[in-house]
């Protein structure tokens, strides 16, 4: 007998997936805390305070709006048999590794669109303007950019023609993927480049958050660097020593209020304070 849709995200993320990524998350906040990668510039105990309400609002629209949206158009897809996977009718343990690639790619597509599209910046740069990068970085993010990414991911999701398994087995690795690569851990250098053959790594990501437009417009993969790879968009050549960490136009500490109201500003220029553009001079 088939599972209903919240059966199936009862059992597969919130009592399977949430409680890992939350102890992930603990485990990485205290473990980055004693392996530092950057110095900090802000304080941490703002920060958390900070961060912790902009992402209550977005965690709470990532289970009650996304991922039901998710797990409805994976439904529809199998119902109607649309979709990539449901046209080939794979078997199943390679269904599930080019579900897995193709839903990741659509996340690459998604986080490139967020920096190419100014509507969309306007949310994500909420992400962006943390003066730090660490785990909380990683649910930092406006519910207005969770909410609209609704529209794409789940239409992306029907195009994959994906299981409610298989899209909601990839958001559970893709969220501890994004908080593994935002935090402010050191990795051994042999380590991290190991890794980056294959997936995000905090060094890797630290180079997308510069205040330098050439470097944060690169590294958009979420979990494979493949995609990166592919399109001519990774960056591996900036020591983490030199990385300015957020967006030049904001260089003090945003309170969480005014980060909700981001979106509703006027864009600003890709510029410092002072008018000066930022550049890498190697």
């Known amino acids: 007998m088939r599972k209903s849709n919240s059966e199936q995200i009862r059992k597969l993320f919130d009592f399977g997936g949430a409680p890992i990524l939350a102890i992930g998350v603990i485990g990485l906040f205290y473990t980055e805390k004693r392996y530092a990668l950057r110095k900090r510039k802000d304080s941490v105990w703002q920060r958390l305070k900070t961060n912790a309400m902009v992402s209550s609002t977005a965690v ?147 180079i997308h958050h510069s205040v330098v437009r050439q470097e944060t417009d690169s590294n958009y993969s979420v979990v494979c660097t493949l995609w990166d790879r592919l399109h001519g968009t990774l960056r591996l050549d900036i020591p983490q020593e030199q990385i300015n960490i957020g967006v030049p136009y904001i260089r003090k500490h945003t309170d969480a209020k005014e980060l909700m109201v981001m979106p509703l500003r006027p864009l600003a220029e890709w510029t410092f304070p002072d008018g000066q553009v930022p550049v890498r001079v190697l």
Request: aromatic share 12%; charged share 15%.
């Open 60 to 206: 709470a629209t990532l289970r009650l709006s996304l991922i039901p949206a998710l797990v409805r158009a994976a439904t529809w897809a199998q119902k109607y048999q649309v979709g990539v996977l449901q046209v080939l009718r794979l078997p199943s343990p390679l269904s599930s590794i080019l579900s897995f690639l193709l839903l990741d790619y659509g996340s690459y597509r998604w986080h490139k669109l967020n920096h190419r599209l100014p509507f969309l910046w306007r949310f994500h740069q909420v992400h962006h303007a943390d003066l730090d990068l660490d785990v909380t970085t990683a649910l930092r993010f406006h519910f207005g950019e969770v909410l609209i990414s609704v529209l794409y991911r789940g239409g992306w999701a029907l195009l994959v023609g994906a299981t409610p398994r298989q899209v909601l087995v990839y958001e559970v690795i893709f969220e501890g993927a994004t908080n593994f690569h935002h935090t402010n851990l050191k990795l051994p250098e042999k380590v991290d480049r190991s890794l980056t053959n294959f997936i995000v790594t905090p060094r890797m990501h630290g």
